[in-house]
């Protein structure tokens, strides 16, 4: 399982010129699933996402959490993350399959809920992301459990 997380004043996912999710300040991060990736990794990477120091305290440190500023998520699935290019034409034969990568995705935003405010883009859907990326803070976590 792969996150892109980039620190936002603001974003929003746009389908068929419908804002589907918007959030102010937060992060948005774009999630992807490989082909063994399983609740156990979700599970993971909500943990580490909701506890991740990248927003500034009183002294300018990155030492504040998304819950610590009463920030939002907005999760956007993204299947490219798993993207082979090796060749040219990318390839995204690593990638989970859409029924499956559909469950852990609304799983993963079911566990990041439970601790502050989400919003997501659209499954499957072809989304135009728009954010101002706050820094610039972006990055990226990975897991997969053997």
């Known amino acids: 399982m792969k996150l892109v997380v980039q620190r936002v004043t603001n974003a929003s996912v746009e389908v068929n010129n419908s804002i589907v999710g918007k959030i102010n ?3 948005m991060v774009l999630v992807g699933f490989g082909l063994n990736d399983s609740v156990k990794e979700a599970d993971y990477l ?3 996402l909701i506890k991740l120091r990248i927003f500034t305290d009183e002294n300018g440190k990155m030492n504040k959490s998304i819950q610590d500023i009463d920030g939002n998520l907005l999760l956007v699935p993204q299947f490219t993350l798993y993207a082979n290019t090796k ?5 995204f034969h690593k990638a989970l399959s859409s029924d499956k990568a559909t469950k852990l995705f609304d799983y993963f935003t079911l566990k990041c809920s439970e601790s502050v405010n989400v919003e997501t ?3 499957g859907a072809m989304m135009n992301v728009n954010l101002i990326n706050s820094g610039p803070v972006t990055i990226l976590l990975e897991k997969e459990f053997e």
């Open 121 to 123: 883009g659209q499954f």
């Open 25 to 27: 300040e937060g992060l």
């Open 87 to 91: 060749k040219n034409r990318p390839s």
């Open 46 to 48: 909500a943990n580490k």
